[in-house]
């Protein structure tokens, strides 16, 4: 856990450079927040305190990166509560929790404030309040912000979003280190880029392969929340399908739904699945199939 | 498969030593898989090297033979190593120095006399198991391929490795006896390339024309573990994967760990039980790590008093057999049996962290030999699903500890899965 806690030190970073206090509020309420919640629920469940497994510390850094900077106070901190008691030990704890405990808290926030979770700053004008993330810029509008803005994070959106580059860096360096199995981001990149790939092909307006890896939260999820291993199913094949299906909910909610980005209830929805695909994926039994030969 | 550092230095390559002179053995009668021995000694009786203690009771047994002369001071439970206690022979040595020499000539005999000079020689499998040799070479069905195992998988453990240099000759006369009874079309070697230097040696000896095996090969694998896991090696070496439940007969393999194949060139044409074995001394707390030939029923315990081991002060775990595989010991008091290949001394460096919970990574499932999912058994073991653990095919483990040991969160999981077979069996009532 600490691992992917370094990996997102340069998200964070270019969260706090863009961002600047916003950011770095939202970080702190959210962390600790979500360290408060952990210190409470264990102490209430009579189990061990598990703060040290870096499990709360990171749940809390993923919302806050996942939440855009004129989050209030109050809600950064419900958020962080609902993501660890409700996303997490609700269901058992670390390992036992079905969906992504992050997502979970920024799903709660979205449905309790939607207009606060919908609301962004630009980077560099802090004051200047916004709708306008390049996703929402071109579903409502049809405006394809260019891929330079895209790829540095000079552009509006959730603070730790913005930013394509210092994710990719953190998420090489997880791939790196082997501390995610790369089958899930190379599935899931490689199903948005044919999914975004075709749709271009057909309707230009619907934004290039390279704008919909780079826009909204799909690298953040790619790399970060698709790569939980808890959440995630634990079956090479598994993993394979995950990532994919990861791609066509996502893309089919950016291109069809009511909402510009579907990152996050693609990611959620998809959680929902991994009993049955861990089932539906064991391992060929040793001694039967092709390789049988009695 | 997974890699796992080898530590097999120094032992490795140090020539192997004897104690042959033990005080006080401890016999128990289970050795083997199968029923426990007959006794057929009572206490205070005097017995020879070599005579029969305890004889084979039903097909799967075998006997056991009193390792030097002597009196049977008692015949009680004792601590066993493997299975808490047993009933022991307890007998005190008196000095004696019987010597064998080339008595039969092997070939000359046929298969029926050469099968029951195994079973009154006492002869189990060596790497472990210990199923009793002379039924596993009177197969059902035919044999076409005899592998001989010495990949010797588990760190630290090197036993195979010294017989291979030190007994090469054997090996293979052993390898010829058990082809007369076997008729294999082709005897693979199969050695890991960590014993690379020793191949040469067994080529010249396998080369030198007085031992005739059909179409030999020695075959050199990827130093992986558990390569030396019976079905592992099959597949290893000709493709074929065992079903589930079958023998390695069912795919026309057999394999044999090339100390049986010493015990067996011993039995046939020296006329010697199974008596003595090499056992690996190894681990960061032994001063000297070595393998050393010792009688059968030789606590541990006896050689740190006689100084044939030295244990260092950081001595924080005892484990008979290899770190992947064995049983941690609660102290000395435990003899070696036919089946132990080696004990491990170990300091703290080696202890396991605290278990934490499960993170469902998936490392062990990519690490399973066996292509399970350990995982998926360890919740259902702690909330008492047994039940459902035959759906992930727990029966298919080889309890081989790859899990355990890449498992970040350190769940001993082939624990818990010994727990649920057990279990399971307590549920299922056995076939009739």
Excluded at chain 2, 122 to 130: D, K, L, N, T
Aim: some cysteine; aromatic content about 8%.
């Amino acid at each position: 856990m600490w691992q992917v806690v370094i990996a997102l030190i340069p998200a964070a970073g270019a969260s706090l450079f863009f961002f600047r206090t916003h950011a770095l509020w939202l970080l702190v309420l959210c962390v600790g927040g979500a360290a408060a919640a952990e210190a409470v629920i264990v102490k209430i469940r009579g189990r061990k305190l598990t703060l040290r497994d870096g499990s709360a510390v990171l749940t809390g850094i993923l919302l806050a990166l996942v939440l855009p900077p004129f989050t209030t106070w109050y809600a950064a901190l419900l958020g962080a509560a609902v993501a660890i008691l409700i996303g997490k030990h609700l269901f058992g704890g670390l390992g036992a929790n079905i969906f992504n405990p992050a997502l979970i808290g920024r799903a709660f926030l979205l449905s309790a404030y939607p207009a606060m979770l919908t609301t962004f700053a630009v980077p560099g004008n802090l004051d200047a309040v916004t709708k306008a993330t390049p996703l929402y810029l071109l579903k409502s509008q049809g405006i394809e912000t260019p891929l330079l803005p895209l790829f540095t994070g000079t552009i509006g959106g959730c603070i730790g979003e913005t930013s394509a580059v210092c994710l990719l860096i953190g998420g090489v360096y997880l791939l790196a280190r082997k501390i995610v199995d790369w089958r899930i981001p190379l599935s899931f990149l490689g199903t948005v880029i044919l999914m975004s790939t075709i749709f271009w092909i057909l309707r230009p307006q619907s934004g290039s392969p390279a704008f919909h890896l780079l826009s909204g939260g799909m690298l953040l999820g790619i790399l970060f929340m698709a790569t939980d291993p808890v959440t995630t199913p634990s079956t090479k094949t598994g993993r394979y399908l995950f990532g994919t299906f990861c791609g066509i909910v996502i893309m089919i909610l950016r291109y069809f739904s009511g909402l510009p980005e579907g990152v996050m209830y693609g990611i959620l929805f998809m959680n929902a699945f991994v009993p049955l695909i861990n089932r539906y994926t064991k391992p060929r039994r040793f001694g039967t199939g092709k390789m049988s030969t009695a | 498969m997974i890699h796992v550092p080898e530590y097999k230095e120094p032992q490795h390559s140090r020539q192997s030593e004897s104690y042959l002179t033990p005080k006080k053995l401890y016999l128990p009668l289970i050795q083997h898989t199968g029923k426990p021995s007959r006794l057929c000694v009572s206490e205070g009786s005097t017995v020879e090297e070599g005579s029969v203690l305890a004889e084979r009771d039903g097909l799967i047994s075998a006997a056991l033979h009193a390792p030097k002369n002597g009196k049977i001071d008692r015949i009680t439970s004792f601590p066993h190593p493997l299975c808490g206690r047993a009933q022991t022979i307890c007998m005190t040595c008196a000095p004696s120095a019987r010597s064998y020499s080339l008595r039969y000539n092997a070939l000359a005999q046929s298969g029926e006399e050469l099968i029951e000079r195994l079973q009154h020689s006492g002869i189990v499998g060596m790497g472990g198991a210990s199923f009793p040799t002379h039924v596993k070479a009177a197969p059902p069905k035919p044999i076409t391929t005899l592998i001989l195992n010495g990949c010797e998988c588990e760190p630290f453990l090197s036993a195979d490795y010294r017989l291979m240099w030190e007994r090469a000759e054997e090996i293979l006369k052993g390898t010829e006896v058990l082809c007369r009874l076997l008729k294999p079309r082709k005897v693979i070697l199969a050695v890991e390339s960590h014993t690379q230097p020793v191949c040469e040696h067994i080529r010249s000896v396998a080369a030198n024309g007085s031992i005739r095996l059909p179409d030999f090969e020695l075959r050199i694998l990827p130093s992986r573990y558990p390569q030396g896991g019976e079905k592992q090696l099959i597949r290893a070496l000709t493709g074929r994967e065992v079903p589930p439940k079958n023998l390695p007969l069912d795919v026309g393999c057999m394999v044999q760990n090339v100390a049986t194949c010493v015990a067996v060139y011993e039995a046939v044409y020296l006329s010697k039980p199974l008596i003595e074995r090499l056992v690996c001394f190894c681990g960061d707390a032994v001063k000297e790590p070595k393998n050393v030939w010792v009688k059968i029923g030789t606590t541990l315990q006896e050689l740190v008093e006689e100084k044939v081991i030295e244990l260092e002060d950081s001595l924080r775990k005892i484990v008979c057999g290899g770190p992947m595989m064995g049983t941690a010991l609660d102290g000395l008091h435990y003899p070696i049996l036919k089946g132990t290949g080696g004990f491990l001394f170990l300091s703290e460096s080696f202890l396991r962290d605290e278990e934490s919970p499960c993170i469902r990574c998936g490392r062990c499932v990519d690490a399973c030999p066996m292509n399970l999912a350990p995982l998926e058994y360890v919740k259902r073991i702690t909330r008492g699903e047994y039940g459902t653990l035959s759906d992930y095919y727990i029966e298919d483990c080889i309890e081989c500890g790859a899990c355990t040991y890449v498992c970040p969160a350190r769940i001993p999981l082939v624990h818990y899965i010994r727990l649920g077979k057990q279990r399971l069996r307590a549920q299922t009532p056995l076939k009739k």
